[in-house]
């Protein structure tokens, strides 16, 4: 019974073998697909994350090269014609906005910063900060500007204690003590607010002969 049993097992596999390979002939290109998929997406993906290190080098160098200048304004033109993406954006943007105030240029300064607070391509932190800064640039528009602080200033904005501050001094040129010493209460009984900003707060209000709050003793 050994040779029918043996026979028997021969044929079985062999038949197993060909289904097999009518089973790889039939769908075994999938596989070849689904490989050479997933080397080619590796494949680019480490070629873009090289693309993006080139020119994130190429940026840095470009910002380090403009900061040499010694002029401004020059400085200014060169930063702005740096060609940069993602976070590189808005830091070029900055570092031009800063540059067109050193220059005197407080106008192209504001609209460098109004622009990156309304790019949506870039994150909301830089965004924000763009905003602030904007809103701290010198302006014929007092009333503009006053709105603005007043929008950052409001519950949970991130720069909402700064814009506080501003909008304090503002109030303090426009000649009223009081309201302004009513905001720097706001700052002083924050729970968030840093010991630089108490110190320059309390500062301020000595000075406008408002007394200090007296320490609670246990």
């Known amino acids: 019974m050994s040779n029918p049993d043996s026979f028997i097992d021969e044929v079985t596999e062999e038949v197993r073998r060909e289904k097999l390979y009518g089973f790889l002939r039939r769908y075994g290109w999938i596989a070849v697909v689904c490989v050479l998929v997933l080397v080619g997406g590796a494949a680019f993906i480490e070629y873009r994350k090289s693309q993006e290190r080139t020119l994130a080098q190429a940026t840095g160098d470009a910002l380090l090269a403009a900061m040499r200048e010694d002029d401004p304004a020059a400085r200014a033109a060169i930063i702005a014609d740096v060609q940069a993406e993602g976070p590189a954006v808005a830091v070029t943007a900055l570092l031009t906005a800063s540059t067109q105030e050193q220059a005197g240029d407080v106008v192209a300064a504001a609209a460098t910063l109004n622009a990156l607070a309304t790019n949506s391509a870039v994150p909301e932190m830089y965004r924000d900060l763009a905003a602030f800064k904007a809103a701290m640039m010198p302006s014929d528009d007092e009333s503009a500007r006053t709105a603005a602080l007043e929008e950052l200033s ?63 003793t246990e």
Do not use: H, K, S
């Open 154 to 216: 409001q519950p949970g904005q991130p720069f909402r204690l700064l814009a506080l501050e501003q909008l304090a001094y503002a109030t303090l040129d426009a000649g009223d003590p009081e309201a302004a010493i009513v905001i720097m209460r706001q700052i002083e009984e924050d729970a968030a607010v840093t010991r630089g900003l108490l110190e320059r707060v309390q500062t301020l209000m000595v000075a406008l002969g408002e007394p200090l709050p007296t320490p609670v």
